[in-house]
Every structure is written in structure tokens, then in C-alpha cells.
């Protein structure tokens, strides 16, 4: 579900092409994969779902503002936030998408002004939404607000982030075990650098998410296959994917044959690692030789 609403999202901009083959490459490229078919118990599979909803909804909301997108707005985030806390950064979404200039974002301030019954509404049905989550925290704790992310002594380090081990460190390092998306985040820079629509606001979400799970105690997040905390935010990297595929077909053949090729050794090599995978993959004896030698298992 999740897949299709990021290609009917990606569809008017980038040609039906482009949608299906950028979505294609994040669910068979990346640990997408391994945690919408084996281990869906997971948190992380339904917030790419509430993710490629929210992109899905915003683009609706700016193309054309309505009390029905308004009122749906606040029922995906308030579920969002329901999944997993952490992810409130993605109200910047709606908030700074395509907006080039301040007077954007006002307008999209004053929707409840412009939509005060479905605003009202949104918010009584959100506030329902968290009722029983706040009682069973009152039940248990005798407080209606939790921290949970604060349990027996865990914690953030905010001035000690792990940037670098989030994204190479063989303890589940995002490039590492997601090697597309060092090209995905290659073209992501470009786009925010030439200023191109979407781009700047979807890299400021994904390196907030990088220092919020960088500066977690448990930076690799324990027993994964790959990092699984940028598995929801590859919703709005379907952005700079849909836009390099866009420019790849467009290209000689001779580059679309190449990049086929590597599509899917890629996939081949990130489903491999998929089945072959046995938690875990950390550890004082998981090493750099660790992870070359299960790579070194797919090839001839």
C-alpha cells in the first residue's frame, strides 16, 4: 500500500516509469525488503506506509487545499506519532515541501483559519486516536506522558553523535548494506543544491533523522538486518530515486543498460543478504571481514 501511494504521488511529476522503477529500486535494493516480508513485527513497514500516506496527502493539500486533505493530514501524522514518537520530524513535510518562499509557508499555517470545522474535528478525532495509548500509560505508570525512549538508563548523546558508524560501521551501517543509496543520496544533494522542488526539504528531514538516530545509545538499534531506523524514510527518498531514474531514461542506451545491470546485482545482493541473514549482526566479533565474507557468499 505504501508502494502505490508513493507511485501515484511520484506519477504526475516523473512519468509512470520513472514511479514504478524508483519504487521498484527502494523495495528490492534495500532493507525495505527484508522488513515487509521477514519481520514484519517490526515497527518500521507501517511507518513507510504512514510516510508514502503523509507525501501522498501533502502533495493532494498543495495542489489543492480542501477540509477532507486537512482533516486527513492530522489523522496520518497523529498515527505517525502513535508508531513511533521519534518521527515527528516529518511535519516539516507538509509544513516546507516545495515552499520557495515564506509566504508559502504562512499559507499553509493558516489552513486551520481556512478549514476551522475540519480543523476542529481533526483534532478531536486525533485526540481519540491517543486516548488509549495515554490510558494504558496512566495504568501502568500512574502518568498520562511517558518518555519512553528514556527507559533504564538509555538516553540520547546529543554531542556525541555517531554520524559516520550509522552509515559505515559494519554494525549495520546504512551504506554498507544499502549501497543504492549512496547514488539515491548522491541526487539528493544535487537536487537541493540546483534548488529543484522537494529536494531541500526531504534532506533536512533525513539529517535530523540522522542525528536523532545517531545520537542514540544503541546507534546500530540492536539486532537488524541493515539500519532499519531510515527504513520509513525511504518514502521521501522515492523523491531524488524518481528524479535519477528520470534522467537515467532519458540517457543513452548504452547507460540505461549499464544501470540495469547494477539495479539489479543490487537487488540480487540485498535479497541474498536477506535470506542469508541471522541475527546478530553485531557485536565485538562482527567485523568488516564479517560483512565481506556474507557478500563474499552471493558472488562466484
Given amino acids: 500500500m505504501g508502494c502505490l501511494f508513493l507511485m501515484r504521488a511520484l506519477k504526475p511529476r ?8 524508483a519504487v521498484a529500486l527502494l523495495c528490492g535494493c534495500t532493507n525495505l525488503y527484508y522488513y515487509a516480508s521477514m519481520e514484519p513485527g517490526m515497527s518500521h513497514v507501517y511507518s513507510f506506509f504512514l510516510f508514502a500516506a503523509l507525501y501522498h496527502t501533502t502533495l493532494g493539500i498543495l495542489r489543492s487545499p480542501s477540509s477532507k486533505r486537512l482533516f486527513l493530514l492530522l489523522v496520518i501524522v497523529t498515527m ?20 520557495s518562499r515564506t509566504k508559502d509557508v504562512v499559507a499553509r499555517l493558516n489552513w486551520p483559519l481556512r478549514f476551522p470545522k475540519a480543523f476542529i474535528m481533526g483534532v478531536m478525532v486525533c485526540a481519540l486516536m491517543l486516548l488509549p495509548q495515554l490510558t494504558y500509560w496512566h495504568a501502568i505508570t500512574g502518568k498520562f506522558l511517558v518518555f519512553t525512549y528514556g527507559a533504564m538508563g538509555q538516553g540520547f548523546f546529543w554531542s556525541q553523535p555517531h554520524l559516520w558508524d550509522v552509515l559505515l560501521h559494519p554494525w549495520n551501517g546504512w551504506f554498507l548494506y544499502s549501497p543504492l543509496m549512496l547514488v539515491v543520496m548522491a541526487a539528493l544533494l544535487v537536487m537541493a543544491v540546483r534548488g529543484i522542488p522537494g ?4 534532506l533536512l528531514v533525513w539529517l535530523l533523522a540522522w542525528y536523532v538516530i545517531a545520537a542514540w545509545w544503541c546507534w546500530w538499534l540492536g539486532g537488524a538486518f541493515g539500519h532499519r531506523g531510515f527504513v520509513e524514510y525511504l518514502a521521501f527518498l522515492a523523491v531524488p530515486a524518481a528524479w535519477m531514474v528520470q534522467g537515467i531514461l532519458r540517457s543513452s542506451r548504452t547507460l540505461k543498460y549499464a544501470a540495469l545491470a547494477v539495479a539489479l ?7 541474498g543478504l536477506s535470506w542469508n541473514y541471522a541475527s546478530p549482526w553485531d557485536g565485538p566479533e562482527w567485523t568488516m571481514a564479517s560483512v565481506w565474507r556474507e557478500y563474499g557468499r552471493l558472488l562466484p
Avoid at 80 to 99: F, G, K, S
Avoid at 199 to 202: A, D
Fill in 265 to 271: 546485482f543490487l537487488a540480487y545482493l540485498n535479497i
Fill in 80 to 99: 505517525i506519532l502513535l508508531v513511533r514518537a521519534a518521527n515527528v520530524i516529518v511535519l516539516l513535510v507538509p509544513l516546507l515541501y516545495a515552499a
Fill in 14 to 21: 516523473f512519468g509512470t516509469s520513472a514511479s514504478v522503477i
Fill in 199 to 202: 529536494g531541500r526539504t526531504v
